[in-house]
């Protein structure tokens, strides 16, 4: 059998794959400049964000993070959303150009269930995939680039927001 690559793997739902993301000690997920907090749409879709997670088995703080981090570090792709032409949808950022139709086409992913329920099972793809007790900045990682091969700066700022929850913040001010 010939060797899959990562996005065969996911794309196909296949469980056999064997994922391998090495830690990274370089990175730390600081804050950035750009991160714009007021742009979270976590709350906004929280009970969503429940209803997917129930329904897929994906854990529900990781789905706000990736959330969190996607809308509030996405959000410079609105003047090509507008015009229907940016490559990823929000609020997970689902990127249409590269996945194509596998977790719905571009009308589809603008119903923000739909598009939520579409990153979570990016994400439950990637983790059957990697080994038992991967880290949240491993699955973020590849959620970003399935083809990474060490973590990066995405992954550790999720696994940053994953513990800091930083919607429950926004909710006490």
Known sequence: MPSLTKKQCIAENLKICKFVVSENLKVNGAEPIYEISAFSE??????????VA???GVDVRLIRSIMYMETTHGYYDAPLSLLGQ???????????DYWGSIFGD?????????????????LKRIIVNLPKGSSIRQIATLYNNINANSVNEYGARVDNIY?????NLSNKK
């Open 42 to 51: 976590v709350n906004r879709y929280s009970s969503i964000i429940e209803n």
């Open 54 to 56: 129930a329904e897929s």
């Open 86 to 96: 940016n490559k990823s949808i929000l609020p997970m950022n689902v990127n249409v």
């Open 106 to 122: 571009r009308k589809t992913l603008l119903n923000p269930y739909n598009n939520i329920k579409a990153g979570a099972e990016i």
């Open 163 to 167: 513990n800091s929850q930083p919607w």
